[in-house]
């Protein structure tokens, strides 16, 4: 286990239905991520969270919206997906937002697979 | 655009044999580089990292060199086994970006027996 947790790992959902991710670290960090994974692209960073407060959303559109009620828990909450929005949806945590070093690696969860119908 | 890129999107090795994974990066005020290994069903997990003033860093069956010259990033894993199975993804920090961290698109290892 990395310390981040990601739930459901799988998620099938329609067009219509609303759904959430939900990710949780113990690691004590300050900054939250989500990015997103498809096939044979490169990690798209979509949020960043740094004490709870939003620092940087990437042009995600509005059917997309995070949630960070705390610096350990950082949530997704969709609706009205496409079908091209299926992918695997990564959390990361750090100490701090900002470049990388090596105290302040980006630590990725499992991730949540995510088939839209 | 600036990009990381990798130069195989594929590599099959021998189990035992060293593998060589490649990375062009193209923004030479990229200072820190790191190496992630992705196993299916899992997330991308940290290996190891090097900052622009080394060109050689060693780990455990791993070792990263960083060419400056020519930016050009390479992950070596000795005597490769079936466990190294995996996509392996390079990524730098953009400071054209904020110091973001840049992700490369990938390359799958397969290790086998």
């Known amino acids: 286990e990395t310390g981040v947790t990601q739930t459901p790992r799988h998620l099938v959902m329609g067009m219509t239905n609303k759904k959430s991710l939900k990710c949780e670290q113990h690691l004590g960090h300050n900054a939250m991520y989500w990015y997103k994974q498809s096939a044979k692209k490169p990690l798209e960073l979509m949020f960043v969270y740094s004490l709870e407060e939003r620092v940087e959303n990437n042009s995600v559109p509005s059917r997309f919206s995070p949630e960070c009620p705390n610096s350990s828990h950082l949530f997704l909450h969709l609706h009205t997906l496409q079908p091209e929005d299926s992918a695997l949806y990564l959390c990361?945590?750090?100490?701090?937002?900002?470049?990388?070093?090596?105290?302040?690696?980006?630590?990725f969860g499992a991730g949540s697979r995510l088939t839209v119908l | 655009g600036e990009s990381v890129g990798l130069h195989l999107p594929t590599l099959s090795v021998q189990e035992g044999d060293n593998s060589i994974i490649n990375c062009a990066y193209s923004?030479?005020?990229?200072?820190?580089f790191i190496w992630y290994k992705q196993e299916s069903g899992k997330g991308p997990q940290f290996i190891i990292d090097?900052?622009?003033?080394?060109d050689k860093r060693q780990g455990q069956r791993v070792t990263v060199l960083l060419n400056k010259t020519v930016k050009h990033l390479s992950l070596q894993i000795a005597a490769t086994q079936p466990g190294d199975s995996a996509v392996y993804f390079c990524?730098?920090?953009?400071?054209?970006?904020?110091?973001?961290?840049?992700f490369g698109q990938g390359t799958e290892l397969s290790v086998k027996p």
């Open positions: 923004n030479s005020a990229s200072d820190y």
């Open positions: 090097i900052r622009s003033n080394m």
């Open positions: 990524a730098e920090n953009d400071y054209n970006q904020g110091g973001k961290l840049i």
């Open positions: 990361a945590s750090s100490l701090v937002v900002g470049p990388s070093s090596g105290a302040n690696v980006l630590t």
